[in-house]
């Protein structure tokens, strides 16, 4: 494996990705977190880092554990370390470089450099600059503005470079952290079928015969999980599957119909009643949020407490979950969000096969395992469903409207091959009424937003631009058919500073 040491640069989580994608399985380690005996590391990425190296809290290590015993790529920061701890000189240059540059290749015979063009285009982004390296750095790069943008380091397999390869736009990128694996001698035999051999053993030799319990929600990760895991322990496993009323329009049951055919061992828990009960009157949205939380423990306990023996709790806990970049205190890794502390008030042991993995892999997985890519492809849907996309105080009614006009978007995107380009797209039921008029009759009814965005990880987002004549199809439609709407608008705000839900 490949371990990436983030010094917490934005852009550590891209160096994990890119790596992987190259069929290479490596770890994100916070930068103080390494060496440890592992004989299975071939090789060290040092990550960039929102610190200057002469920042007297920067983030620093003893390179002395690291240097000559792997092969070592610094990026950014992880470069600026090594020549300032080396006793060469970094400082502030009078312009900072962010963005574009061209890279001048001189050293063609680097075998980081290996099959690369002299001259491609580099993203660059840093404050900082290399003034002066030690003797035993050769300089085998620069950009216009750069002259330290790469460098070797004599007698040692160790490199650094100022710009990013793991960014889009640096365009000979994955080449050259490809030509970094080939010096570590990565196999890249890292490929989701030998991830599912290699996690089903391990699984069942630390399962043995326990009884495993797992929530299922519908989406691509805990759905994964359940797949992976009845692979593993068959019938050892238990899936609970809770309709809380606030699903998308026959959802449950479609839902229940995959489960079942892929062989999972489902309860599907219809308490719909429970949570709009508990629901009722409440407006805000956070008390909204917390009480279908909640609502939602105290069923899955309940279910978990009619079960006999079980030991562990299986959660579909994926990779960005865990990682978050160091924050300026500290090294953070956030903590694991347990469905609400269950496992310690059940005394649970957790289990979380996929929490190595990125998003695109759990999906490259779960077609690996057969699972239907209808299922592996859906928008994400937030936890507490329609409850954030109804505004205002839920009731039965408001959600078959919201569910209907829902079901008309969504099928309406499929239809038009739309549904696959956006990230997530929903219908929202506005708390407010307006006049229209139908035949001969005034009407004063509900207004429905279309909310559609296009992103990459939900962290920022733009409004897709679908089609005129879709928008048109898909309001007629919905106006006519949904009882209690006659108004339609577009959500057209980008996040930020608008969010992807309205609640
Ligand atoms: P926002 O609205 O913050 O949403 O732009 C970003 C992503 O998170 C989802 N989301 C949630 N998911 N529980 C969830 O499980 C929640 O309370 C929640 N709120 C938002 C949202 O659908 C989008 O994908």
Redesign the pocket.
Known sequence: KIIILDFGSQTTQLIGRRVRDLSTYCEIVPYNKFPFEDETVKGVILSGSPFSVNDHDAFKIDLKDIRGKYPVLGICYGAQLMVSESGGEVSQPDSREYGRAHLNIFESNDPLFANLSQNSEVWMSHGDTIVNAPENFTLTASTEDVKWAAYKINGEKTWGVQFHPEVYHTEQGTALLSNFLDICGMKRDWTPASFIESTVRELKEELGDDKVILALSGGVDSSVTAVLLNRAIGKNLTCVFVDHGLLRKNEFETVLDDYEHLGLNVIGVDAKQHFYKELEGVTDPEEK?KIIGKGFIDVFEREAHKLKDIKWLAQGTIYPDIIESLSITGVTIKSHHNVGGLPEKMNLKLCEPLKLLFKDEVRKIGLELGMRPGLIHRH?????GLG?RILGAITPEKVRIAQEADDIFISGLREYGLYDKVW?AGAILLPVQSVGVMGDERTYENTIALRSVTSTD?MT?DWSRLPYEFLAKVSNEIINKVQGVNRVVLDISS?PPA???WE
């Open positions: 949020r994400p849907f937030p936890g507490p954030i997530q939900a987002a996040k969010t992807i839900e």
